[in-house]
């Protein structure tokens, strides 16, 4: 299988793209299109030229020829490492790449070293399908290449992969913290992405990188059980022990990030970072550590958080909020569990202080909520007419004049009392007040209503229907000299 890389700055140049994801081909350069391949050539044509490209098998005889004259010369064997790269000739490749890697021209050394980079990542790629193959060689020299800790970054993950594929999660647990470590050693503190494949289909964070292999790594480590593997757990208890009692909060979070899925060792450091943060006025952060340890942490840890949360809250004016909090520490699920001064959830509300805002207003509301047993559904027809709907509206000259009111209200032609309309309330069904139309206006009406499809006037509301009315069907004016609708 060939391999060739576009001619572009490599990893860790100047030119160098320093926010694509580490693992992946750097973008730029030529690229060819419409290639067709005739005699000795491959020529493309793009929008704006035609160029030929020699192939790789006589271009490589003519290499050779040159460098028989001149066998000390880096640039010719150069093209000669990647011809027979591209042709599929690894072996060779390699050697001549590890001649010139540390040549005196750096542009000739940077493209050496690129090049032998990726050719040992194929090979490690290769070396992963089977069981019987040692990569260990093959990492080390990787690592000897690694100039930059971007380029350490991508070692380091192939290199945890390959020690929890072959049943060595202690290597692999510290190959996580070496790429944990790198964070502090690069120039903008952070590597953000790392690519799982050779296509950059896959590409993980720098933070998901290490909690996955760390996970796995511990995993692994406590089904093996080996004395390795008890030194490893052990010495991870001792630092989450040191830890909670550190003073850099960076190192905290770090630690919680790493092992945010093992609760036995992140939940105590977080609690003191959730109180650091608090003291911080980070309070958004701080909430969201103590709401993971609800959810994830062990029955003392929950107890442990729920208390710091009630106590944040407080602060915040959230009293309100408190209440299933406290009904979780009365009489809910923590209620037995004992916390780290000896208390039981009970006994820690119990102890609460009478002045206590939270407190109050939980035991305020907490009223005991009786069961169902049957329900009667009456209907009161005896809601008299508002006084002051007939004052403001008996004599209205406009039906637009009539207010809308909120969505849940409509106003209805009562077909038992024509003339009247009535307020309705739709949500309840209750007639909220009625208003008596006169009998005559002076100024012209239309009037809207599912009822009464046209109507000429208010007064002929009383005799004008989409049935009825004889001035409905034809476009001459009624009685009252009104078009009809």
């Known amino acids: 299988m060939g391999l060739s890389l576009p001619p572009g700055p490599s990893p860790g140049d100047p030119a160098a793209d320093a926010s694509e994801p580490v693992g992946l081909p750097v973008s730029g350069g030529l690229r060819p299109g419409n290639l067709l391949v005739g005699g000795k050539w491959i020529l493309s044509l793009t929008a704006d030229r035609i160029t030929a490209y020699p192939q790789a098998t006589p271009r490589l005889s003519h290499v050779r020829s040159e460098l028989l004259a001149d066998p000390d010369n880096d640039r010719l064997r150069l093209q000669a490492a990647e011809l027979t790269l591209a042709l599929g000739r690894h072996d060779e490749s390699r050697k001549l790449l590890d001649s010139i890697v540390d040549s005196d021209n750096p542009v000739i050394s940077r493209r050496g070293r690129r090049i032998l980079r990726e050719l040992l990542f194929l090979q490690l790629a290769a070396a992963r399908t089977r069981p019987a193959s040692d990569a260990g060689p093959l990492l080390k020299r990787l690592a000897q290449l690694a100039d930059t800790p971007r380029q350490s970054a991508r070692v380091l993950v192939e290199e945890g992969r390959w020690h929890l594929d072959h049943n060595d999660p202690v290597a692999a647990f510290e190959s996580a913290s070496q790429l944990n470590s790198l964070r502090t050693r690069t120039v903008d503190g952070r590597i953000t992405e790392i690519t799982a494949d ?74 003191e970072v959730a109180t650091r943060l608090v003291e911080l006025g980070r309070f958004q952060q701080a909430e969201l550590l103590l709401l993971a340890i609800r959810n994830h942490g062990t029955p003392t840890s929950r107890l442990s958080a729920t208390v710091a949360l009630i106590s944040l809250w407080s602060r915040l004016g959230l009293q ?132 009464v499809a046209t109507c000429c006037h208010w007064g002929l509301i009383r005799q004008c229907s989409a049935s009825r009315c004889s001035n409905a069907a034809r476009p001459a004016p009624c009685g009252n000299g009104h078009l009809p609708r």
């Open 320 to 451: 309100d909020e408190c209440g299933p909090l406290f009904d979780e520490l009365a009489n809910g699920r923590l209620s037995d569990v004992v916390g780290t001064d000896g208390f039981s959830g009970s006994q820690w509300v119990t102890r609460r202080p009478p002045d206590d805002l939270a407190k109050g207003i939980w035991q305020t509301h907490r009223h005991s909520t009786p069961t169902a047993t049957r329900a009667e559904i009456t209907m009161d027809t005896s809601v008299a007419a508002v006084a002051e709907l007939p004052r403001t509206y008996q004599r209205s000259a406009d039906a637009s004049a009539l207010p809308s009111g909120p969505r849940s209200i409509c106003w209805r032609l009562m077909p038992t009392r024509p003339g009247r309309v009535t307020l309705m309330d739709r949500q309840v069904g209750v007639e909220a007040g009625h208003i008596d139309l006169p009998a005559q206006f002076s100024v012209p009406i239309w009037w809207h209503s599912p009822a």
């Open 198 to 271: 050779r296509d950059g289909i896959h590409v993980l964070s720098h933070n998901t990188w290490v909690t996955a292999l760390s996970r796995r790594a511990l995993s692994e480590a406590s089904v093996r059980d080996e004395a390795v593997d008890r030194m490893l757990l052990n010495r991870l208890t001792q630092k989450t022990a040191a830890l909670t009692h550190s003073a850099s909060l960076d190192d905290q979070l770090s630690f919680v990030r790493r092992h945010a899925s093992n609760p036995l060792w992140a939940h105590p450091v977080r609690i």
